[in-house]
C-alpha cells in the first residue's frame, strides 16, 4: 500500500529523530555493556570524561600547590574513566622532579606529591652516601594500568587501575652504574644498603611499599602507591 503524500514529511521526521536519539545513547547492547560489571573477558573501554572537572576539592588544589612550591614541573591531567573501574581522578604529568624518570604516565596528585619528594630527599642523597656519586635517572615499569592486582584475570583491582601507584625497577648512576632491584636486592653490600635505605624512607612516605621481600611478583622492583597506612614489606 502507498504511503499518502501529506504523511510522508511527518514520516520523515519521525525517522530522523529516531537516529538522533540512536546516536546520543547508543544501541541497547552497547549500553549494556558500558555498565557491565569488569571481568577476565572484558576489554576496557576507550577513555570517557567523567563530566566533572580535575582538580575543583580544596585537598586536590592543596595537593597542586604543594607541588608547586617544590618546584616540580607538571601538567594537571583532565579527569577520566577508563570503564571497567579503572579511571584518572585528580592526576597529574610529571614534566621535572629534578631527576629523570622513565615510564611516568598519569599518577594521582598526591603520589606524585610524594614520590617527587622521596626521589629529592631520599633517593639523591642516598646515593651519594653509598656510592659517592649522583642518581642520574630513575627507572620505572610505569604507574597507570587498567588491571587486577598481580596482572590476575581475577581479584580486585590494583591501584595502578585508578594511576594511584609506580613501580620503582632502579637507579642510573652518574658514573653509569645501574643499581636495579633485580639483582642489586641481594647484590653487593653497597647496592643492599642503599635500596633498604631507599625502602625504609619509603615506607615513610607511602601509604603501601612492596619490596622483592614480599613475594616473587615483586623480586625486580618497589610498588609504592598511596592505599593503605604504612603497610611495609
Known sequence: MSIPSFLKPRIWVAATAMLALSACFGAPEVMKQGGAKRTASTTPQRPQITGTPSFTSAEAQQCAFDLKQAGVRFTP?????HGGGCSSIDSVKLLDIGTPVTNLGPMTCPLARNFAAWARYAVKPAARQYFKTEVVKIETYGTYSCR????????????????????????????????????????????????RALHKSACRRFGTVLSPDYNAAHYNHFHLDMSGNGYCR
Open 148 to 195: 587486577n592486582i598481580y596482572g590476575g584475570r581475577s581479584g580486585r583491582l590494583s591501584q595502578h587501575a585508578s594511576s594511584n601507584a609506580i613501580d620503582v625497577a632502579g637507579f642510573v648512576l652518574a658514573d653509569g652504574r645501574r643499581i636495579m632491584l633485580d639483582g642489586g636486592w641481594h647484590g653487593d653490600k653497597a647496592s643492599q644498603d642503599f635500596l
Open 77 to 81: 591531567l583532565p579527569n577520566q574513566d
